[in-house]
């Protein structure tokens, strides 16, 4: 009787349990469609962007070297004759004009050479002169007037030699320039060939000197430009190519171009360091893009491109890119984009694919305009 009432009691609680089992799994399962119908009824999430049109330019790849800036015309100023300072007139930083006295070397003893010389030439005319006038009442030979006239040569070029040696020892500027440091003094002796200064050519243009390499240099032709690039000013000078250098250096491969700025105010000192773009192959059409539209992943650059789906809804498309070098505020784009789709640009960070926007508003235009840009 014992067992029966187990086996009873059991089979009840078992009854008991399983009731409330389904119970549950009735309650969990009305949840379920509850949550589903409540959710079927929300609207599809939708961002918020704004969006570009993909452009095309005219653009040709450009490559970029280090120049030098040289003066047109740069000298370094030393005496040709040796002899003791008598007067200095050179101030660092100064810009003398052509003609300018600089340094004065003594010249005391020619001088005094040219005066005596001076008194042989008044003798040589005088005795020229008088056998001249003697010559003409046959009291003199044509010898002897000629021999006069020679002496009065001579006298005059010893005095011609005398002049350009006093010349050679008063140093003027040859041309409108800027004194470099100097270290000559009054008193101080020089001999031959001592560096007084450097004289660096005051114009309205510089040149530039930088190396490419052969392969590029075999593209460029005088007359085509190229930009400058100063470290301390982000704006870049046009130049113009004036000169190609007629071999390649065989260590490095690369050839010397020479460049001129015109006209240009507040160019970089002689001897300077600047950037030189240089263009590289020929103009060709590519696609240009806001540089916030770009979206860089692990599996490459990509970009949102929006188009409308089958309800007419806008929604992006994740698109994998080829993007090259940045023009200002733009980047060009090589392959995958064409020019006229239209791309989500600012706020494109917070999108995924497939994912529906709102447009806020649009930048750029599909006009076509030409720029060089330099590779990153």
Do not use: C
């Amino acid at each position: 009787l014992m067992n029966r009432q187990n086996w009873l009691g059991s089979v009840l609680l078992v009854s008991l349990v399983l009731l409330i089992g389904i119970g549950l799994g009735a309650w969990k399962y009305e949840s379920i469609q509850s949550e589903h119908a409540a959710s079927a009824n929300q609207p599809e999430p939708i961002e918020s962007v704004t969006i570009a049109v993909a452009r095309a330019i005219d653009h040709r790849q450009t490559t970029t070297s280090i120049g030098t800036v040289l003066a047109l015309r740069s000298i370094t100023l030393k005496n040709e004759l040796a002899g003791t300072v008598r007067d200095v007139r050179l101030t660092p930083g100064q810009i003398v004009e052509a003609g300018t006295l600089l340094v004065a070397l003594d010249v005391s003893v020619e001088e005094a050479e040219l005066r005596a010389q001076e008194a042989q030439v008044a003798l040589a005319k005088t005795v020229l002169n008088r056998r001249q006038h003697l010559s003409q009442e046959f009291a003199t030979t044509q010898e002897e007037v000629d021999r006069a006239r020679a002496d009065l040569d001579v006298a005059q070029a010893q005095i011609a030699r005398t002049k350009a040696i006093i010349a050679k020892k008063t140093i003027r500027a040859p041309f409108r320039a800027r004194v470099g440091i100097a270290d000559v003094h009054p008193g101080q002796y020089l001999d031959e060939g001592t560096l007084l200064t450097t004289l660096q050519g005051v114009s309205e243009a510089v040149h530039v000197d930088f190396t490419v390499a052969q392969q590029v240099a075999a593209g460029l032709r005088a007359g085509e430009s190229v930009e400058i690039l100063v470290a301390s000013d982000s704006s870049a000078v046009v130049a113009k190519i004036v000169a190609l250098d007629a071999r390649v250096d065989p260590t490095t491969r690369n050839a010397m171009i020479r460049a001129r700025i015109e006209g240009t105010r507040n160019v970089p000192s002689p001897g300077a360091s600047v950037r030189v773009r240089v263009p590289v192959g020929p103009q060709r059409t590519v696609v240009a893009i806001p540089v916030s539209a770009l979206r860089k992943g692990p599996g490459g650059d990509h970009v949102f491109v929006i188009a409308p789906d089958k309800d007419g809804r806008n929604r992006v498309h994740t698109r994998q890119v080829e993007s090259g070098p940045m023009i200002g505020d733009e980047i060009v784009i090589h392959a995958g984009l064409t020019a006229g789709e239209h791309i989500a640009a600012v706020g494109s960070f917070k999108l995924r694919d497939g994912i529906l926007v709102a447009v806020a508003e649009s930048v750029g235009n599909n006009s076509k305009e030409t720029h060089e840009a330099g590779t990153p």
